[in-house]
């Protein structure tokens, strides 16, 4: 079957069955007054593209085309953009990886996590054959034994999160049985990546990109592949159907019956499409490049995710002294193989402000830095007393007007 028949069995099954009234009256709200004929790909792109904002104006149930008795996983997103919709499947998925790593030799898996749906991950890599422990990433010194213990070949997590427990590891035969990186959350920066393979010289890393909307890996990289940037993937074609549409990644479900398909739906990630006949590792098709996010609502720092609403809302009793928008961004350097990542609070002070920008800018990073401490994971509090996590630092701007717009960087009116 082709991907075009599949689009259009999904299409047709999003549309006439008897659970599909929501997605009938997005259709109708598009002009669509009768089931969308998709015998061609120009056909599908005429299609209505959904998006977080669409989806949250309804509750999950009301979006299912199937009964609820029938879901079997239910996930979130992570929340990038300050939405968390749920998605329901009838299947669950996020078994390529596993079914990846297994076959280059992997059997014991340390999970390190913090949503709840990803405990899903644990069945399907047993059905790989992966032996899987999934552990809270705000507690890693608690599960350093485990590694001993378990005799763990593979760490799974994101870069910086598996650097840090990395870091924990000081016994050398833990980090040399260590022989698969599995890195997902976040593109690792190159100097985190060069820190990761000297803490763990024996790992062969694979990336993987994955969606809670997808329910599956939406692109994968091993080591390999002949190129080895933070953001190349080889797109996943086992059940989604990918389209560029503005710089913008827009995917769509191609396997049924699927409990909510999601259709032209806009992830938020830009790309660029890279097209080559074949990878030296053996695929073949589309590969892109993640070149950023639209719509993000966060900065993380070494996996902590600290929302950019909560970083202002800490700067409240500089009203006076402070225009009312914030640039916020980190910045990651890495020395011996540790790591440590500043806040950057890009600001511009009042003309009328009474405090010189030295002494104003000490009294902010103070403020942060406090309160940081104070509200802050577990996780995040250890980086600070560890010196990981170092004093914020202000920049002081002549200007900074509302359409600056930078990757990792985001204005919030305060």
């Given at each position: 079957?082709?991907?075009?028949?599949?689009?259009?069995?999904?299409?047709?099954?999003?549309y006439?069955?008897?659970y599909?009234s929501?997605?009938?009256?997005?259709?109708?709200?598009?002009g669509?007054?009768?089931?969308?004929n998709?015998?061609?790909?120009?056909?599908?792109?005429?299609?209505?593209?959904?998006?977080?904002?669409?989806?949250?104006?309804?509750?999950?149930?009301?979006?299912?085309?199937?009964p609820?008795?029938?879901?079997?996983?239910?996930?979130s997103?992570?929340?990038?953009?300050?939405?968390?919709?749920?998605?329901?499947?009838?299947?669950?998925?996020?078994?390529?990886?596993?079914?990846?790593l297994?076959?280059a030799?992997?059997?014991?898996?340390i999970?390190?996590?913090?949503?709840?749906?990803?405990?899903?991950?644990?069945?399907?890599?047993?059905l790989?054959?992966?032996?899987?422990?999934?552990?809270d990433?705000?507690?890693?010194p608690?599960?350093?034994?485990?590694?001993?213990?378990?005799?763990?070949?593979?760490?799974?997590g994101?870069?910086?999160?598996?650097?840090?427990?990395?870091?924990?590891?000081?016994?050398i035969?833990?980090r040399?049985?260590?022989?698969?990186?599995?890195?997902?959350?976040?593109?690792?920066r190159?100097?985190?990546?060069?820190?990761?393979?000297?803490?763990?010289?024996l790992?062969?890393?694979?990336h993987?990109?994955?969606?809670?909307?997808?329910?599956?890996?939406t692109?994968?990289r091993?080591?390999?592949?002949?190129?080895q940037d933070?953001?190349?993937?080889?797109?996943n074609?086992?059940?989604?159907?990918?389209?560029?549409?503005?710089?913008?990644?827009?995917?769509?479900?191609?396997?049924?019956?699927?409990?909510?398909?999601l259709?032209?739906?806009?992830?938020?990630?830009?790309?660029?499409?890279?097209?080559?006949?074949?990878?030296?590792?053996?695929h073949?098709?589309?590969?892109?490049?993640?070149s950023?996010?639209s719509?993000?609502?966060?900065?993380?720092?070494?996996?902590?995710?600290l929302?950019?609403d909560?970083i202002?809302?800490?700067?409240?009793?500089?009203?006076?002294?402070?225009?009312?928008y914030?640039?916020?961004?980190?910045s990651?350097?890495?020395?011996?193989?540790?790591?440590q990542v500043?806040?950057?609070?890009k600001?511009?002070a009042?003309?009328?402000?009474?405090?010189g920008?030295?002494?104003?800018a000490?009294?902010?990073?103070?403020?942060?830095?406090?309160?940081?401490?104070?509200?802050?994971?577990?996780?995040?509090?250890?980086?600070?007393?560890?010196?990981?996590?170092?004093?914020?630092?202000?920049?002081?701007?002549?200007?900074?007007?509302?359409?600056t717009k930078?990757?990792g960087?985001?204005?919030?009116e305060?």
């Open positions: 079957m082709t991907a075009l028949q599949r689009l259009q069995n999904v299409v047709e099954f999003a006439k069955n008897a599909s929501w997605y009938r009256n997005v259709c109708l709200a598009h669509l007054t009768s089931s969308p998709v015998s061609t790909y120009d056909e599908f792109q005429k299609l209505p593209i959904l998006d977080r904002a669409t989806l949250n104006q309804f509750s999950p149930v009301d979006r299912l085309c199937t609820i008795s029938a879901v079997d996983d239910i996930r997103t992570s929340g990038t953009s300050g939405q968390m919709p749920l998605f329901y499947f009838r299947t669950t998925g996020y078994r390529h990886m596993a079914r990846v297994v076959q030799g992997a059997r014991r898996k999970y390190l996590w913090g949503y709840q749906h990803v405990i899903t991950h644990v069945e399907n890599d047993r790989e054959g992966l032996q899987t422990v999934i552990c990433p705000q507690q890693l608690q599960h350093v034994p485990l590694v001993s213990a378990m005799k763990a070949d593979t760490l799974a994101t870069p910086s999160l598996l650097l840090l427990f990395g870091q924990l590891l000081d016994n035969d833990d040399l049985r260590i022989r698969f990186l599995e890195l997902t959350g976040e593109p690792g190159p100097q985190t990546m060069m820190a990761l393979r000297q803490v763990f010289p790992a062969k890393i694979y993987h990109y994955a969606m809670g909307e997808m329910g599956l890996e692109g994968i091993t080591p390999k592949c002949d190129r933070s953001g190349y993937f080889h797109l074609p086992e059940g989604i159907f990918a389209e560029e549409h503005k710089g913008e990644l827009l995917l769509t479900h191609l396997n049924t019956p699927t409990a909510f398909p259709i032209r739906y806009k992830t938020g990630d830009r790309i660029n499409w890279l097209r080559h006949d074949r990878c030296q590792c053996g073949e098709g589309i590969s892109f490049e993640l950023g996010r719509n993000v609502d966060f900065v993380r720092i070494a996996g902590v995710e929302r950019y909560e202002a809302g800490l700067l409240t009793q500089f009203d006076d002294a402070l225009e009312p914030l640039a916020v961004e980190v990651e350097h890495i020395s011996d193989a540790k790591q500043t806040l950057i609070l600001i511009v009042k003309g009328a402000a009474t405090l920008t030295e002494q104003l000490e009294q902010i990073c103070g403020v942060v830095s406090q309160n940081l401490k104070l509200s802050a994971t577990t996780r995040l509090k250890d980086m600070i007393d560890a010196r990981y996590f170092t004093s914020p630092k202000v920049k002081f701007l002549p200007e900074l007007p509302v359409s930078a990757p960087i985001r204005l919030v305060r």
